[in-house]
């Protein structure tokens, strides 16, 4: 990696209801899994982009543009990661209809594991496959609660592992599994 | 609007007994009930949605701060409830903390902009070091109201 970089990308919020707290609590946690800082700008006002309490003080709505600035060595990766969560509506379900995107877990690991330049091989029930290859994950018959393991070679292997352990950890983010699996826990 | 405008005064809760997240939403939710800002038919409900919404993350946010929320139909607007606890709640914090300050907002379905100026407030208002140590110094509840309207600017 290089010793170090800025990277920016701007985004349109498009959840209708705006950069609330869950959007924020997804985005906060994944920012925190890079080196680098983090910034979010709206407005011409710009917070921290690794503290939740910052980015709901911005009070973001439908419509509205946010820049994502990143410096440090993993900005490249962190900008990446944090861009496609934001373009994915920070993978907020409330007005998604999920029955069309039955295999919305796996779009969303094959973009994580995109962002990273590691080579990532996904291992489940005894089989491997590319993670950047939607093909080749179609083949291990991954559900949103299934817990795959990762084999992660590469200079940025410990940003990767930690930011597709978080996608793991939480069912994918496919919300009706995240809800079930919480139940059970408490 | 300010905070205040949406703060259900008479159901501010000075120094909250509950030390465990359900049973501290569960004591808000009876303050808006015996104040009458809800009825009873509709608490059952209303704390299974505001539960429901914590098992897709905890809304305890840092420094001492839970924003338990849900989205309830016939609402005319957004209604808030403030709790105080001088020993802490566990409420599965991402900081790992106790929390101190509890923030319950119930939004009108669909609606977005009073929600986020109502979330934006909450979150400013708790950043600032000076309203969480007057919080803690507070006698009463009118103390705590008079707090909530003299420093969310």
Redesign the interface.
């Known amino acids: 990696m290089a010793q170090s970089n800025a990277h920016s990308v701007e985004v349109t919020i498009e959840n ?7 959007p924020v ?2 985005f906060a ?1 994944l920012a925190q899994l890079f080196d680098c800082d983090v910034q979010v700008s709206l407005r011409g006002r710009v917070v921290p982009g690794k ?4 980015l ?7 419509g509205d543009k946010i820049g994502i600035a990143a410096r440090g060595a993993d900005a490249e990766q962190c900008v990446g990661v944090l861009g496609f969560l934001a373009e994915s509506r920070f993978f907020v379900e409330d007005h998604m209809d999920t029955a069309a995107q039955p295999d919305r877990h796996l779009n969303r690991l094959a973009r994580m594991a995109s962002c990273f330049s590691s080579d990532i091989e996904v291992v489940f029930d005894g089989k491997c496959a590319d993670a950047k290859d939607l093909k080749s994950l179609d083949s291990l018959g991954l559900e949103p609660t299934s817990e795959p393991e990762f084999r992660i070679e590469g200079a940025d292997a410990r940003q990767a592992q930690a930011v597709l352990g978080n996608l793991v950890g939480s069912c994918f983010y496919v ?1 009706d599994k ?2 079930q699996k ?2 059970k826990v ?1 | 609007m300010a905070l205040a405008d949406y703060l259900c005064r008479d159901a501010v809760c000075m120094d909250l007994a509950a030390r465990q997240r359900d049973d501290a939403i569960r004591a808000l939710l009876n303050a808006l009930v015996e104040s009458g800002h809800l009825s009873a038919d509709e608490l059952g409900g209303l704390l299974r949605a505001i539960l429901d919404r914590e098992a897709l993350g905890s809304t305890a946010i840092g420094r001492g701060l839970a924003v338990p929320h849900a989205r309830w139909q016939g609402l005319d607007g957004v209604l808030v409830c403030f709790g105080y606890s001088r020993a802490g709640v566990a409420f599965n914090a991402l900081d790992g903390e106790p929390v101190h300050q509890i923030f319950l907002v119930v939004a009108p379905k669909g609606e977005a902009d009073e929600y986020l100026n109502v979330m934006q407030r909450i979150t400013r208002l708790v950043r600032n070091s000076d309203f969480r140590r007057f919080v803690a110094a507070a006698k009463t509840e009118k103390d705590l109201v008079e707090l909530i309207s003299e420093m969310d600017r």
């Open positions: 209708l209801m705006g950069f609330h707290v869950r609590q997804r946690a503290s939740v309490m910052h709901v003080s911005l009070g973001g709505r439908c919300e995240m809800a919480a139940r408490s």
